[in-house]
């Protein structure tokens, strides 16, 4: 997958080097800042320079849901876990923000259930999950 400022997003196939699926205008002006996969491996989520989220369908590209920001802040990292139905995000906004992953709802707002309160004085840079329950992050400070 590449994703580039333009708001684009193309899916490769890693034998063929044939180009799979190209997403266009996905944050409209706003320019992508991370992408991942849910551990499910079906939706690709997206994280934008305003803050916002989106989740696609990884066959057809259709839109499923949009996380929205409660602050406009880069967001630096995504991770969706599929079988609990959450999804956390992180970023510039110095913050955890958590998402329950509800299936009918389009619109998620972030919810106030992370419990480390918030523990980055700077910009959070980076974000990796470490199974079964270890969840880390690095800020622009280096803590």
């Known amino acids: ?21 190209k997403l266009s205008n996905t944050h409209g002006k706003q320019e992508i800042t991370c ?30 849901k949009k996380l929205e920001g409660l602050v406009e802040a880069e967001v630096t990292g995504i991770l969706a876990f599929s079988e609990k139905s959450v999804i956390y995000t992180a970023g510039w ?5 958590v998402y329950r992953d509800d299936n009918d709802a389009f619109y998620l707002r972030p919810q106030p259930e992370w419990r480390g309160g918030n523990v980055h004085k700077d910009d959070i840079l980076t974000t990796a999950y470490c199974p079964p329950n270890l969840l880390a992050t ?5 803590r």
């Open 1 to 21: 997958m590449t994703g580039c400022e333009g708001s684009v997003v193309t899916v490769w196939d890693i034998n063929t080097g044939a180009k799979m699926l």
């Open 35 to 64: 992408m991942s996969i849910d551990t499910g491996g079906k939706r690709l989520l997206t994280g934008a320079r305003n803050g916002n989220v989106k989740v696609w369908n990884f066959n057809n590209g259709h839109c499923l």
């Open 93 to 97: 906004n110095k913050c955890i923000n």
């Open 138 to 142: 690095a800020s622009f400070d280096g």
